[in-house]
């Protein structure tokens, strides 16, 4: 809904024409992190290096196109470093590369880093999001550690056909947002690395358009393209 228009040169849909944003469900940040035998210990001490050395340090992600490959083009723009980028098919790959050493770092969500960074096996710098997570409470955002605009984030939400009555997403919109604010939901959104999204209606749609223009711009910077 927010990359792939960009993504690829043709859809069969137009996400913006075709669909109507209703009710944002959760947000899944990704973990900037670095193998635990690697000197860094923050942020700043990986850029400084990275700016020492451009095209040194090996970036892995999931896949081209996909959120951590996005997540660490955008903070490659925005800390001015260049990375080697190194694209796996999935993320279990990569992270099997980045504990092997083969690679140097990777932005991936908590459900792939978070058992490795508990076990000490990889060292979390960041986290992507707009707040700190519960199970890192010790790990800055990337915001704190002095990259404001670097945040990035994979969203769930729900969208209805642009023909759907009003009155059936104005329903939907609100029994989930009632849904969202239930403990039980919170705790298990908080499992998969998640926080719970309560945006609705036209506070939804003005964000999935701020995601657009930013992963459009990031997109093309990156020439990234799964045509």
Same mark, same amino acid.
């Given at each position: 809904?927010?990359?792939n ?23 899944i940040?990704?973990l900037?992190?670095?193998? $635990?035998? *690697? ?6 001490d &990986?850029? !400084?290096? #990275? ?5 040194? %340090? ?53 459900? $792939?880093? *978070? ?6 096996k &990889?060292? !979390?710098? #960041? ?5 700190? %997570? ?26 209805f ?18 849904m ?48």
């Amino acid at each position: 809904m927010a990359s792939n228009q960009f993504l690829y040169k043709s859809l069969r849909f137009d996400p913006a024409k075709d669909f109507v944003a209703a009710q944002a469900l959760v947000s899944i940040p990704n973990l900037l992190v670095v193998n $635990s035998k *690697l000197p860094y210990q923050s942020v700043k001490d &990986l850029v !400084a290096y #990275a700016k020492a050395h451009p095209d040194k %340090l090996a970036v892995s992600s999931a896949g081209n196109g996909t959120g951590s490959h996005l997540a660490a083009e955008l903070f490659q723009t925005l800390a001015g470093v260049k990375l080697v980028h190194v694209p796996y098919k999935g993320s279990a790959p990569s992270i099997n590369d980045l504990l092997a050493g083969q690679v140097d770092l990777t932005f991936d969500y908590p459900v $792939s880093t *978070l058992a490795q960074v508990q076990a000490g096996k &990889l060292r !979390a710098l #960041a986290v992507t999001g707009v707040s700190r %997570l519960p199970a890192l409470p010790q790990v800055p955002t990337i915001a704190e550690a002095g990259y404001p605009g670097a945040e990035s984030t994979s969203w769930i939400g729900l969208f209805f056909p642009t023909r759907t009555p009003a009155a059936v997403v104005a329903k939907w919109e609100a029994d989930v947002s009632r849904m969202l604010k239930e403990p039980a939901t919170v705790e298990a959104l908080q499992k998969m690395g998640g926080v719970p999204l309560p945006l609705s209606g036209e506070a939804f749609r003005t964000f999935v358009q701020n995601e657009r223009t930013k992963w459009k711009a990031t997109i093309e910077r990156a020439g990234a393209t799964l045509d």
